[in-house]
């Protein structure tokens, strides 16, 4: 029944969506011309907003805990699983005042309105996951811009989104570049619930009445020992991930 109901939904949902995204684009555009950074990292945050209110017209809710004050004035490496690319907005608008980055395939660098010019022009860096050295450098651009201005670097370890909200086992270059390059950084573990549902058809039609939660664990400095911190990163995580995948 819900899935009969997901197919009526879901392109009220797309629309909504994808005007979203051809609307703020221009909008992007001129506040990256008109006030340099500052004018894009309003734009983007509003943006994500919107994105993340278009998901309620199928239902879905949010919820994002932090029990913690984070310092604005350092850089942070929030590290986290990943489900489905609509982690994405509510990292961005929750997290703002960090100014969120991310670790994007560079095939979303291009023809996706918003999306493309915020990855190649708000900070973010794009790596071709066919060259695994060229992309442990531009990740090391990350964390080297993060050091310097203080921003915070998103970054999924597992490579890949998890399709049955089952966390996979954490790759450990990308993490330790960031962390060897961005010393002053602060890891923030965050543990992503229930957005795998909101896909969990494919990508038509949409899940409905997905209940995504983003639970923010105790951030801890880094040490230097980057084995060690990967594994605390993993697992402070993996502790958060409840909901496993049952059914369809």
Known sequence: MQKTLSYIVTPFFFIAF????????PILWL???LFGYPGIKKTVSMLNWFLMRSTNILGT????????????DRPLIIVTNHQSMYDIPPIIWYMRKHHPKFVSKKELG????????????????????????ASLMEIGKLGAYIEKHNRAAVIF??????????PKPFKPM????????????????ISINNSWKLVRFGKFPMGLGAKVSFDVHEPFENDGDYDGLLAKAEAAVVSGIKH???SP
């Open 244 to 246: 496993f995948r049952t």
């Open 18 to 25: 994808g005007l979203i995204l051809v609307i703020f684009h």
């Open 174 to 189: 990308g993490l330790k570049m960031l962390m060897k390059k961005a010393p002053s950084a602060l890891i923030v573990p």
């Open 31 to 33: 506040g990256l011309k």
């Open 61 to 72: 809710t949010y919820r994002f805990t932090n029990p913690y004050t984070i310092p604005t």
């Open 110 to 133: 291009k023809g996706i309105p918003c999306v493309s010019f915020n990855l190649r022009h708000g900070g973010s860096v794009l790596i071709d996951r066919k060259d695994a050295k």
């Open 157 to 166: 370890p597992e490579g890949t989104r998890s399709r049955d909200g089952h």
